[in-house]
């Protein structure tokens, strides 16, 4: 590996044990207002943000200024002869505070309309990538691209008062928001199909216009996209995109910056990578089980079998959550109306009874039950969207309406800039010796 490598490996080997038994030995004393093993295990279970939008309960899952998936579902306006929510319904609610009426939610689709119009300069950087590029890493690209539409970071290099931040950074979100949707339909044409684009049609909804403009025209489809970008839009801050987000943010990058970080985050195998796990999981299952229709019995053993190889069963489990995510029944409900007989969905269906007895049977996990991601993939499967690389990128569209609402908060409350302590394990045995006071 090389002598620097090589000695770098021999410390960290050193440093995990080391630090193995300090947890074991000390986990549970205070370092400040946190217990030690917080700081060194993901800051679990500390409060340390304030975000408006959303909050999310280990019982009943994300509530939306207070309102769950159900009731959202049932309140919030649909499109004409949908029965689905509109997304622009819900980033209203999120910016508001209030359930928008038919009208005002008409209002943001407008807005989006008009504004929806992306620089040619930004296909050409996209373009510019090798086509074998994940579409996430094209999509952020793309996103970078659109930077240089920023009112915020002209109006501060101008010299911008502070307490008018929140205007330009709302100007910024709307503007972002409304240009997502042909940016990612863009990359899955010219990734999957050919390069054969589709334009805008200016009379659709968001959500309706984005399936349109990736080539899905089936109004249940539409349907789909309408209640997937309003369950994937946000979860709480502390999460990798929404925290992200929020902390670029709070240096004043502006929201193109602030949410390409976050966006970075998302396509990480443990946050929104993880809908296209749960598919290839369920791929790679049928493949070597020689049916696209395991029974109960086979899903079992092959569950068994990814456990016991040292791998987690994709979809099932979750930081926060500690019941079955209302996100995944909602896509459950939308699946058993549209598609009751898809072979796809029927396994995940399966799955979902197999696989949280299993878990319980460990006796260490604590949620057993499957989260968003575990049923996405099989929706949009059945539609003919097979390319499931692909599906992370349809969750950051969705992710945008949360963060970049939550950012537009962030400014308006003049958040400052997020800077949290940090310590040294040396700092830390001298602080368990009496010797040092490391979190003054």
Not at 384 to 401: K, P, Q
Request: proline share 5%; net charge negative; charged share 20%.
């Amino acid at each position: 590996m090389g002598i620097v490598k090589d000695r770098f490996k021999a410390k960290a080997d050193a440093a995990n044990i080391e630090i193995k038994q300090l947890l074991k030995d000390h986990g549970s004393k205070k370092i400040g207002e946190v217990t030690l093993a917080q700081a060194y295990q993901g800051m679990r279970g500390i409060t340390g943000l304030v975000t408006e939008t959303s909050l999310l309960d280990a019982q009943e899952g994300i509530r939306f200024r207070g309102y769950s998936i159900p009731e959202l579902q049932e309140k919030l306006p649909k499109a004409h002869n949908g029965t689905e929510p509109l997304p622009e319904g819900l980033f209203y609610l999120m910016l508001i505070g209030e359930l928008p009426t038919q009208e005002e939610a008409s209002y943001i689709t407008e807005i989006f309309q008009r504004r929806s119009h992306v620089p040619n300069h930004v296909f050409a950087a996209i373009d510019a990538l090798p086509l074998n590029t994940h579409p996430m890493t094209m999509f952020v690209v793309g996103v970078m691209a659109l930077q240089t539409e920023s009112y915020f970071a002209k109006a501060y290099s101008e010299g911008i008062n502070k307490k008018d931040y929140w205007e330009t950074i709302f100007d910024d979100t709307i503007i972002l928001i409304a240009r997502l949707p042909r940016i990612a339909a863009y990359i899955y044409r010219r990734k999957y199909k050919n390069n054969e684009h589709i334009h805008p049609n200016g009379l659709l909804d968001w959500a309706g216009n984005f399936a349109h403009m990736l080539g899905y025209d089936d109004a249940s489809f539409r349907e789909l996209m309408r209640l997937y970008m309003t369950i994937h839009a946000d979860h709480e801050g502390g999460n990798v995109s929404a925290h992200t987000t929020h902390l670029v943010g709070s240096a004043l990058s502006d929201p193109y910056l602030a949410y390409a970080a976050g966006m970075n985050g998302l396509a990480g195998p443990l946050h929104g990578l993880a809908n296209q796990e749960v598919i290839k999981w369920i791929f790679e299952m049928q493949e070597k089980l020689g049916t696209d229709l395991p029974a109960k019995e086979q899903i079992a053993d092959y569950v068994k079998e990814t456990l016991n190889a040292g791998k987690v069963v994709p979809g099932y489990g979750h930081a926060v959550l500690r019941k079955t995510d209302p996100r995944y029944t909602a896509q459950m409900e939308f699946g058993k109306k549209h598609m009751p007989e898809d072979k796809l969905c029927r396994t995940v269906w399966n799955i979902y009874e197999v696989v949280p007895p299993i878990l319980q049977s460990l006796g260490k996990i604590k949620n057993p039950w499957p989260n968003v991601d575990a049923h996405s993939g099989a929706l949009l499967v059945h539609y003919g969207m097979v390319e499931y690389e692909f599906y992370t990128v349809l969750f950051a569209v969705s992710r945008s309406l949360g963060v970049l609402a939550s950012l537009c908060w962030d400014r308006a409350l003049g958040f400052p800039l997020e800077r949290p302590k940090s310590v040294t394990t040396e700092s830390v045995k001298l602080w368990l010796e009496g010797k040092e006071q490391i979190w003054e």
